[in-house]
Every structure is written in structure tokens, then in C-alpha cells.
């Protein structure tokens, strides 16, 4: 075996660190400005269109937006005019929702290219004639109340009027409560409001739709603004508005905790600027390496916060306990030869845990696992190296500097309250460590049966801020105060308020010969006897497609109906015959505009859209539509954003689990290696391991407890607390070894805990404090992501300092130790026959 000399690379660095501290620090302030360079050049990305990308459902949908949407035609987008009054059919309200359209329409900067609404449809009925929104604005003003509550009854049964007005529509008051006017832009070639923009990437139909609220702000107050580009605007500021207020929180809390920590202003300010280092590095890569900033990465910061911390506070601490007898000087070589070690250790089981993450296909979850393991190697080099030389070149001037020293006392100094409850671990080793680890071992494995039934989901609401702004955030001061969100609540009254909104859609893309002469039968029969989820009428799916168009089109068009019978074979109305000459005859009807939505131009593929229940969840739509999709001979595939989301939330589920298993996998692996190459004992490493495993099973029983789903943001929760938990399980078990190497196994573990765990402990508070703190951000799911990264902080670190020593205990035994001596000072040989013995069983455990 080839012989890894770590301890003359720790001697360098430590040699680095203490004979020229003002060249390392210079060095590491130099790249801090390239870095500080990449800033500039980071951009955001929002939503839910960045999950879905190359899944095979949205593939699928974008080829039907591609193959179906209007074809040699300026791009186009909507926005919606939601009139809400207690009577939005009033002659009053109506004039109200036509001079809207009016004074949007004469607005050239809005690129308007028509508008629509229930108000137009009622005016044209009074006056056939009046084709413009001024004619029908006069229309209106010159008929009396009578005469509009009968043009409005007489269009009760019209999809046109029905379709716009809310589903409390009384026709024999003439009433409703709401309703919906359309505007359509005309936006300049290749810039459609696509689903893309719709689900929060760029959209450019965003300032059209802004400039549209203010010119509606000005009128009565009754009509709000709606639309992909208002949706999309607000997927960013909730970014900005999360970050501005979860930012300074953290600040606040960590520093409060730091003071405490540290209890001198020098160490404070020097680990303050250590932890802002790092996130300028990490923010700067993502700049130079072109790594969007999506919601996700809200969370990078604090987790940044988090392992930094804990650095910080374990070099400061450890330094401390050996600077009155060793000086500055051997104080930090004792500090940095032990903690570099645990450090690196630290870090790459950290790094393994985010770049589990890679096997994710979602992208943004893949970026959120590099961004994260690239900023831990930054804290590592900058809380490793640059913190200790800065501390060296302080503390040899702290004399000439006019800034007072207050405490340099450990936390944890042996008779200090805090010694006596993390000394609690010591105890119960000493007293039944064999019985206390199967006990906790079991509760694991119980909480980790509990835990598979965790809920998967995956949604656009996500990704927006809840209807209603908790009261503590709206009394925030600017610029902290968040932005007057109204896209979820707008949604909300959609559903509630219009049929149309209520029942769903989801789409069949077949791709096959649509000429061929049973091509529309096949159509037809995918829809017979639908599953429970699908909107069926008798026996058939309800449904559009180039079949309902040809049915339709019968039945208005006497020429077109012969030649569909004389091509139909078993008279249902479906041609079996000669679909080429039916197409053409249809596409240059009428009739034409709507079968190119469902028939491409090729002919060489078409879509099916069936209406699904309100009251169908995700999971039972997407099975049902693929079940229907699966009936069809040629290709088909089942799509549409309800599809998209549950093939998202499938992967969100199959991402955790990979995650898991990888990283915890891969640290096991690491570990085991690393602890027989430093110390000698491979076996370190499965105790090392015991609190991480109580810690997971804890973090995944809790997500069931509290009803927190996996999903776009804590699908990464498991591996993170692996990445992170195992910081306070490898100082413990690193620091334990040392002191083993000089005294018995009890006085090692009391020293360890006391030591260790006060730095710990120092921190645990810190960090999940600093974390928690994510519970304010606006997005529910990243509040949810902080308590759970809390949570799994506190586990770690109660399973470090409670369960550990009683699994150091039983690893002590097993090797056959003797516990009033301190270990062996030589590593033993991979043939001395030490571990061997251990897992023959010839030595035995006993409490």
C-alpha cells in the first residue's frame, strides 16, 4: 500500500500560515477581487419552465406549440381584464370594460391587435354593425338598462359571452359577479409569450403588461390586470424580495450568535469578513462560470454561512485553548496541524453530499449541487488557510491596535455550565453504550420506515409568493418590504370564479401518417370509455381534435358533410377514406384556422385535447392520459403542463432517493479510506457514520410529521444533511483520536466534548439560526427547505454529541483497547491483524 504522507502537507501549510501571514492574506484579497469581477455578470432564472427542460412530456408540448401554433403569423400574447362587481353586466360596467379597450387600443406602445370581451358581445348584439370598440361603445350609450339585460339574456346560450363571464351568470337578472376582457399584442417576430415566459423565464409581453396596469390604475378601479408577463415579473421579485429580507435576518442573527461565540470585536470583525469572502467567491463563479441564479440558490448563502461558521468558530476556539501556553505563534501550528485535517475531511464528505446531486435530471438542481460544492472548497481554503493567517498577522500587532481584547476564553472550558451538558454523551457511554446505540439504531430504522411515505410534489405555485403577505413582512421598512404580490390570489379567483378555469386539460401529441386511412378511427376510439379522470360524455372522452373539427365542420357545411359520407365507411361520421382530399377540403374551408391547431402541416402529426376533472389530482391525470395514449398504434405521448409537472415531481422523488443513496454511499467509502490513511483505522469510519444515519432517518421522519412534501427545493434535503451533518460527527470523532493518543478513553471522550463540543455547540446556535432565518422568505417551499436544514443542523449535532461517544465507545472495545491507556503510537500495518481480529469477533464489546 502506497504510504500518503498528509502530515508533511499540514506542516507546510501550517509553516505557510505562520511564517508569512501577510502574503497569504494579500494572495487570498487578490482573488477575492477577480471574484468581486464575476458579480456583475451573474443573471437570474425563475419558474418552473427550467425543471421541465428535456423531459419527454415537455418535449412533446413543445413540439405541439411548435407544430399547431399560427403559422405565417406575427407572434402574439394576451392579457386578461378581470372586471369584478357586483354587477359586471350593467350598463355602466360594461361602458366601463369597452373605454378601456379604447384607450388600450389607441396606445401604440402597447401593440394591441384586437380586444374581446362580454361588454363587445352584448354591444354587437344591440348593433350588428358595430365591428369597433368606438361603435360599440355608442351602441351601448345609446341603449337603455332594458335593452341590455335582453341583449344579455339573449346570449346566455353563446360560448362567446358565456365563456367570459363568471359562473354565477344569472340570465334572468341579467347579472354576474365577473368577468374577462382580452387584449392581444401583436409582439415582433420571434418573441412569443410562449409557455416558456408563462412559467417565468423573460417574457416580453412583462413591461407591455406593465404599461397596461398603470393606464388601467387610472380608471374606476373594478378591472385588474392579468398575464404571462405579470406572472413571469413576479417569479423574479420574489428573488429580490426573498433575498432582501432573508439577508439582513441572517446578518443579524449570526452576528448576535458570533459575538457570543467569539466575545472579542477583532475575531468577530475577521470572521465576518472570512464569511463574506466566501460568498463573494461563490457568487463570483457563478458569474465568470455563466450559472444562472435560480430560487434554489437563495439557499447557497447560508448554507455558506453554516460550514463557515463552524470553521470559523472551530479554529478561534482551538487556537484559544493552547495560546496561553504556546503563544500565538505554536497556538495556531497545533490548531491548523489538527484541523486542516478535519477540515478536508469535512469538506469532502460536504462536496460528496452536493455533487450527489448530479444525477439529478433536473438542471437546476444539478447547478444548485456544484454551486454549493464549489463554495464549500472555498470556505475550506478560506476558513483553513486564510483565517488562521490573518489571525497570526492580527494577534502579532493586537498591542498597536486601538480596538480593545475582550474574552479569549474557550467555549467549553471545563467547569463552565456548558461542560456539564455536553458532557451528557460521556455519561451514558460510560454507563450502557452497547444498549443505548441499539436502542437509538432501532429508533432509526422505525423513523426511516415512517419516513418512505413522504409526499412528492412539483407545481407552479411553488415558485410564487402565497396569496396573502404575512402582516410581519408587510410592516418591513423599505427597501425590505416585499412587493404587493397578486398573481396567486388572481389565480385563485379564476378557479373559483370560471367554469373554464375549473376543469383541465391535458393533451395526446401522436405522431404517425395522418393520411392513412384509419388514422382518424384510431383518433376516435383512443377516447372510448375513458378512465375515471378524463371528462367523458356517454362513452366518449370529451375532447377536441382534427376529428371534432371535420364533425363540426359536417354539420354546418352542406358540400363538406357529402364528402365526409361518402368517404365513411360505417357512417359515424369519421371518414376512413381519402383523407388527403377530406384535409384539403377542410383546410381551405372556413373551418381551416381551427383544424391547423390540430393537424400539422406535414400531416404527419396531430393532437388530442381532452378536458379532465377539477377534482382529479396530478397523479391520477398523468396516468390516465398516458393509459389513453398507450391505445394508439402510432407514437403517442401524453402531455400539457399537468403532465410536465408530475413527470417533475417523479424526478424530484427519484433525485432524492439517487441523491441519498449516492452520497451516503460515496462518505461511507470516503471516510473509511480516509480515516485508514490519517489515523490508521478504517473502522473510524463506520462509527463516524452512526449520527448521520440518526440524523437522516430524524430529518425524513420530521418531513412526514410536519407534511412537507419533496419537491423542487427540499429534494435535496437528505444529501444536504449528510454533506452537512457530517461537519460535527468528523470533529468529534478527529478530536477524539488525538486525545486517545494521550490519554485513557474516558478522559479522551470528556476532553473531546468539552473541547469540540463547545465549539460545536457554538455553531449548531449559529447556523441554525442563520438558516432558520429562511422561514421568512416569502416562498413557502424555501421556508420549509431552512427549517428542515435547521433540523438537520440540530440533529447532527445532538446525534454528535450524544450518540457518537457511546459508537466510539463500542469501537474502542471492539478493537480491544485498553481504556485506562492511551492507543498504540504507531498506526498499525495492513497486515498487523488488529481490525481483523475486531471483525472475527475475537475481541469482544462489552457495557
Known sequence: MVEFDHERLVERASDLITDRPGRVVLAFLLVTAVFAVGLSNVSTEAGTSQFASGIPAEEALSDVQREFGPSFEADTGSTQLIQRNRNVLSKQAMLRMLRTQDRLEERE???????????????????????????????????????????????????????????????????????????????????????????????????????????????????????????????????????????????????????????????????????????????????LAGIPFNQMMIAVPPLLLAVGIDFGIHVVNRYREDLDALGVDGAME????????????????????????????????????????????????????????????????????????????????????????????????????????????????????????????????????????????????????????????????????????????????????????????????????????????????????????????????????????RNDADGNGIPDDNLGQVYDALLSSPAGAQAAQYLSDDRRSARVVYTTKASASQGEITDDARAMADRHRDDATATGNTVVFKAVSDLIFQSAVQSLAIALGLTVVFLLVVYRILEGYASLGLANTVPILVAVAGVAATMRLAGISFNAFTATILALTIGLGIDYSVHVTHRFVDERREHGLFVSLDRTVRGTGGALAGSMLTTTTGIGVLVLAILTVLGQFGVLTALSILYSFLASLFVLPSALVVWDRTLGFDPDRPLPESKPSPDDGTEERAKSGDVAATD
Open 334 to 565: 497545533a490548531t491548523t496541524r489538527q484541523l486542516l485535517v478535519a477540515f478536508f475531511i469535512v469538506t469532502g464528505t460536504t462536496v460528496i453530499g452536493f455533487l450527489s446531486n448530479l444525477v439529478s435530471d433536473l438542471e437546476p438542481i444539478k447547478d444548485f449541487g456544484v454551486v454549493a460544492a464549489v463554495g464549500i472548497v472555498f470556505t475550506f481554503l478560506l476558513f483553513g488557510v486564510f483565517l488562521p493567517a490573518a489571525k497570526v498577522w492580527i494577534d502579532r500587532r493586537r498591542d498597536r491596535i486601538p480596538i480593545p481584547t475582550f474574552s479569549q476564553k474557550p467555549l467549553g472550558a471545563e467547569g463552565s455550565r456548558l461542560s456539564r451538558v455536553l458532557s451528557g454523551g460521556v455519561s451514558i457511554a460510560r454507563a450502557a453504550p452497547t444498549v443505548f446505540l441499539a436502542v437509538v439504531l432501532v429508533s432509526s430504522l422505525a423513523a426511516g420506515a415512517y419516513a418512505t411515505g413522504v409526499d412528492t410534489s412539483f407545481s407552479q405555485e411553488d415558485f410564487l409568493p402565497p396569496e396573502e403577505t404575512p402582516a410581519y413582512l408587510e410592516s418591513l421598512p423599505e427597501p425590505f418590504a416585499p412587493a404587493d404580490y397578486s398573481v396567486v390570489a388572481t389565480l385563485n379567483f379564476l378557479d373559483d370564479n370560471f367554469e373554464s378555469t375549473n376543469d383541465g386539460q391535458v393533451t395526446v401529441y401522436v405522431e404517425g401518417r395522418m393520411q392513412r386511412d384509419t388514422a382518424l378511427e384510431e383518433l376516435h376510439r383512443m377516447g372510448e370509455s375513458p378512465p375515471d379522470s378524463i371528462v367523458s360524455e356517454g362513452r366518449q372522452a370529451e375532447s377536441t381534435s382534427i376529428v371534432t373539427v371535420v364533425r363540426s365542420h359536417a354539420e354546418e357545411d352542406e358540400e363538406f358533410r357529402q364528402l365526409v359520407a
Open 109 to 287: 406602445d402597447l401593440r394591441v391587435a384586437s380586444t374581446s370581451s362580454a361588454a363587445a358581445v352584448v354591444a354587437r348584439t344591440i348593433d350588428p354593425s358595430a365591428r369597433t370598440t368606438e361603435a360599440q361603445i355608442r351602441a351601448l350609450e345609446r341603449s337603455t338598462p332594458s335593452e341590455v339585460r335582453e341583449a344579455v339574456r339573449s346570449n346566455a346560450d353563446n360560448p362567446a359571452f358565456t365563456g367570459s363571464v363568471s359562473s354565477d351568470f344569472n340570465r334572468k337578472s341579467a347579472s354576474a359577479s365577473a368577468t374577462i376582457g382580452v387584449v392581444t399584442h401583436e409582439l415582433p417576430d420571434g418573441l412569443s409569450s410562449g409557455s416558456a415566459a408563462g412559467q417565468g423565464g423573460t417574457s416580453p409581453l412583462t413591461p407591455i403588461q406593465q404599461r397596461v396596469e398603470r393606464v388601467v390604475a387610472s380608471d374606476t378601479g373594478d378591472i385588474t390586470v392579468f398575464g404571462s408577463g405579470i406572472l413571469a415579473d413576479e417569479f423574479s421579485k420574489v428573488i429580490v424580495d426573498s433575498l432582501l429580507i432573508v439577508t439582513p435576518a441572517a446578518v443579524v442573527f449570526i452576528v448576535f450568535f458570533l459575538v457570543v461565540a467569539y466575545r472579542d470585536l477583532l475575531d468577530l470583525l475577521l470572521g465576518t469578513a472570512t464569511l463574506l469572502m466566501a460568498i463573494v467567491w461563490t457568487f463570483g463563479f457563478l458569474g
